[in-house]
């Protein structure tokens, strides 16, 4: 059946409807009352009343018969793992939001002008339709540490392999008590000043002898003579592994650049040959120290850390974004389609360029959506809970907190739990929940109006 | 409280059991000596899948004795929260078979729990050790006993990684010497499922328990002595010696990343990254259930490594409790107590009885077998410590003791700020209890 058409609005119609309404009212209240009864009765049950008993129940204690008045809030208030979660809050409101509203209102303006403008709409619309709990998993896979899991890291391995050089013994670290301890920076140094023409013999460790090169040779001391001469040997895989001795079978480090230090100065710099050994010839008299650059160990690049607790926050946000760009695009192109086109065609007729269009036509055109859906996204942010509790691992969960898991925790969290101070944070969401709300119920009556 | 729970496959159990099923006892068991029929007997407990099918062939057996109709119910990881919802409702489950002993005692505390009576009392006296007996007490009322236990020291090695002249250490030196060893062969030996809190906490209650002893283990689970306390540290740095980033693969920002079913995979899957992990016996279920190598053959474990010269175990377990007090209901208790229900899961395998008179033969294979031994047996068993303790603090993700052992692991150096820190949150969370 067609609908018909709106009337107008003009100052007749609504005198009319006042009109009318004012006539139902005063007729027959009994009537109004008995349709008005189960959506109040249903709103009593499921909405009133767990609110109110919220409100009451954080009041009491864990066990809920001892009154502690404000106690619960003063407890959430002096807890970090509490402040944590508000300061995450804080960072969801202001980030997620705006991002996901800005984005969306790209996608919408930029799909408007292709083809397959609806594949496309329903592509991005599609991860709203997913379960949180279900992208939270996906997720928690992508930003997986371990590159040959995690999408993320594996992409940016590859990246950075093709363009950095492996060195040739990841993992190699020092023998300890055998000459040289590992600097902060990788790189390794003597531990002892040493002479002109020291004689030294330093293993190393943490590598498979059956990784070396096939060109590698038997390690042999060095000889005294002219110079600081050493050997840089693997001290493992020989017949008796003798930890910091020589031992037959274990074969010289080749290829390991060593660095002639004259307070912290480079002044020479020798490379290991196939059974280990090297020499720095010519040196001035003095005292010296070796070190071997940490580009001879830098164990190979793995990605970053992001499930860390650096990077977790916005690591989420990022999961959010892509579950919920779809829906601002959603509603930001459903706008689009109702604003008028003469506007933007005026604009473009005054040459107009279309970044001008966008930013002064289409743009204010839009707002009154735009803040719908910031406004709703607002909501929503305030909520998440499972993206957190799916994506963050256990060692990184304080750190990505948020109130909605906080009160979880609290009140039902590994079993037995504290209702009381669930409630209270319960009742704190609800605070902060309460501007947005009421600023969506204001804009209701007022486009009413 | 454990966040995860591995159903145990034992394929080669149902075979067995299906031969066994035939074989009727001479005597009814205990509890099962009574006509109950007509009788309806509730049990809630946290089995479900295939250890909810072998649970239902216990009771079967007490149905096909007394005549009495028994219900399961399965609460599944929430069913604290069953059970303090049905409380509050007035209509409890008779009986319930619950994993934190912290429940147990605040059921007990409020008087939800009915004590076992006497004839009980006597079963339990004579087939469990005098430990077992200890934990189902509360304030010298036995309430419970231990029905299905879990050996949580039990540390998993690959024999392909580690060769066939493989000889397991035998104290935490020879350990440590071994995570060296093979570390210093380019390898990264140790596999620590880090992102989860409760692998952290097991590693260190089973050093505490042998650094410290037993008295200070109770101690320490009571809170009466502070976690700043000096055996605290000797213990944090003696496990320390094994938690080195060259042991672990990709460091200990990677320990912090792997989930303990990862940690288990890391080792025995097809692209191994590590050759040890240590947990409870129910990495035999990960072993199974997500990697293709044979428990009993590519995987094999041994003890937790010893330090003093006590044997010791960690454990945890399913407390069974009754909540009504009625006949059919105490028969239903008595008869789980005894040898001869455990018995029946026992040869379905996943399951461990700390019964002493449960026959070691009936176990279906080699490594159940020596981890049920090696549980009885043990000189100084004890309750997972974290279990013991008020859940804010022993079984929080992300909080608590779970957390300070993973900032022990991401920063040893920390150690002094994080015991204080751990002491204070301590002191709140036994206050509130």
């Known amino acids: 059946m067609p609908t018909p058409p709106a009337p107008p609005p003009s100052a007749s119609s609504a005198l009319e409807t006042g009109r009318r309404t004012g006539a139902l009212a005063g007729g027959s209240p009994r009537i109004a009352l008995l349709f008005l009864t189960p959506a109040l009765l249903l709103m009593l049950v499921f909405l009133v009343y767990p609110t109110a008993y919220s409100l009451v129940r954080s009041l009491f204690d864990a066990r809920g018969d001892e009154f502690v008045g404000l106690g619960n809030y003063a407890t959430a208030f002096s807890d970090d793992r509490t402040l944590v979660a508000l300061r995450n809050n804080v960072i969801w409101v202001v980030v997620a939001p705006t991002l996901v509203t800005s984005i969306g209102l790209v996608l919408a303006v930029l799909i408007e002008k292709v083809r397959w403008a609806t594949a496309f709409r329903l592509v991005m619309f599609m991860p709203l339709a997913i379960s949180l709990v279900a992208s939270g998993i996906v997720f928690r896979l992508v930003y997986d540490e371990d590159p040959d899991r995690g999408l993320v890291n594996a992409v940016a391995v590859s990246v950075h392999d093709s363009f950095a050089h492996a060195s040739p013994f990841p993992g190699v670290r020092p023998r300890e008590g055998g000459g040289l301890v590992a600097a902060p920076d990788g790189s390794m140094v003597t531990t002892a000043q040493i002479g002109r023409d020291a004689v030294l013999a330093l293993p190393l460790t943490g590598y498979d002898p059956a990784d070396l090169p096939p060109r590698t040779s038997a390690a042999v001391p060095a000889e005294p003579g002219a110079g600081v001469r050493g050997l840089i040997w693997l001290d493992v895989g020989g017949a008796d592994d003798r930890p910091g001795r020589l031992d037959a079978g274990e074969r010289g480090m080749p290829g390991v650049a060593v660095e002639v230090l004259a307070d912290d100065r480079v002044v020479a710099t020798v490379t290991t040959g196939d059974d280990g050994r090297f020499t720095a010839p010519d040196l001035a008299p003095g005292s010296y120290a070796l070190r071997l650059p940490a580009s ?120 037995g739990g504290d209702q009381g101070l669930g409630s209270a944070l319960a009742v704190l969401l609800f605070l902060l929940v309460g501007p947005a709300m009421l600023f969506n119920v204001r804009r209701f009556k007022a486009e009413r109006s | 409280m454990r966040a995860f729970r591995i159903v145990p496959v034992a394929t080669a159990a149902v075979v067995l059991a299906g031969c066994a099923a035939g074989t009727a006892p001479h005597s009814a068991p205990p509890g099962a000596d009574v006509d ?28 096909r004795q007394t005549g009495a109709e028994v219900t399961y119910v399965s609460g599944g990881d929430e069913l604290p929260t069953v059970l303090s919802t049905r409380l509050v409702g007035g209509a409890p489950p008779d009986v319930a078979i619950v994993s934190q002993p912290a429940l147990v005692h605040s059921m007990a505390a409020d008087g939800a729990l009915v004590p076992l009576d006497a004839a009980t009392d006597a079963l339990i006296t004579e087939q469990f050790g005098p430990v077992w007996k200890e934990w189902g007490t509360v304030e010298g009322t036995l309430y419970g006993f231990v029905f299905k236990a ?121 692209d191994p990254k590590a050759e040890i992990v240590f947990e409870a016996d129910f990495v035999a279920g990960v072993i199974a259930e997500s990697t293709s190598a044979t428990v009993g053959r590519d995987a094999l474990f041994f003890p937790f490594p010893s330090i003093g010269d006590t044997s010791s175990v960690i454990t945890g377990g399913d407390t069974v409790v009754a ?35 449960v026959a070691l033969e009936g176990y279906p294979d080699e490594t159940t077998r020596r981890i049920a031994e090696d549980l009885v047996n043990a000189q100084n068993p004890r309750f997972d410590m974290s279990d013991l303790m008020p859940t804010s603090l022993g079984a929080t993700r992300g909080d608590g003791f779970w957390r300070a052992m993973q900032d022990y692991l991401a920063d040893p150096a920390r150690l002094p700020q994080i015991l204080s820190d751990l002491e204070a949150e301590a002191t709140a969370a036994y206050a509130r209890r």
Do not use: C
């Open chain 2, 150 to 270: 879990t050996n949580k020291s039990t540390v998993w090695y690959d024999t392909e990684q580690l060769g066939e002249d493989f000889v397991p250490p035998a104290d935490w030196d020879a350990f440590v010497d071994l995570l060296r060893t093979r570390s210093d062969l380019g390898g990264t030996p140790l596999s620590v499922g880090g992102a989860d809190g409760w692998t952290l906490t097991d590693w260190f209650e089973n050093v505490y328990l042998q650094t410290a002893g037993a008295q200070m283990y109770d101690k320490l689970a009571e809170h009466e002595i502070p976690w700043t306390d000096d055996s605290v540290r000797v213990a944090m740095e003696t496990l320390g010696r094994a938690f080195q980033p060259q042991f672990m693969p990709g460091g200990r920002a990677s320990a912090l990343q792997t989930e303990f079913a990862d940690s288990v995979v890391d080792v025995f899957g097809d």
């Open chain 2, 36 to 63: 109950l029929s007509g009788q309806t007997v509730e049990v809630a407990a946290v089995w479900a899948d295939d250890e909810q099918a072998s649970f239902e062939r216990v009771l079967d057996e007490f149905e």
């Open chain 2, 323 to 357: 909540l009504t007090d009625r006949p059919a209901t105490a028969a239903l208790v008595r008869f789980l107590a005894s040898s001869q229900a455990a018995a029946i899961w026992v040869e379905r395998g996943g399951f461990i009885s700390p019964n002493r008179e």
């Open chain 1, 296 to 415: 001879n160990f830098a164990e190979p690049f793995r990605g970053l850390t992001w499930l860390g607790p650096a990077l977790i926050t916005p690591v989420i946000i990022s999961a959010w974004l892509w579950v919920m760009a779809g829906f601002a695009m959603t509603l930001i192109a459903a706008g689009l389609a109702a604003i008028p086109r003469d506007a933007q065609e005026a604009a473009r007729v005054d040459g107009a360029t279309e970044w001008q269009v966008f930013r002064r036509v289409t743009v204010p055109l839009l707002s009154p959506v735009l803040v719908v859906v910031l406004v709703t996204l607002v909501i929503n942010v305030l909520k998440v809970f499972d993206l957190v509790f799916v994506i963050a691992p256990g060692s990184a969960q304080e750190e990505a907190n948020v109130l909605a898991l906080q009160m979880w925790q609290v009140s039902f969290g590994s079993g």
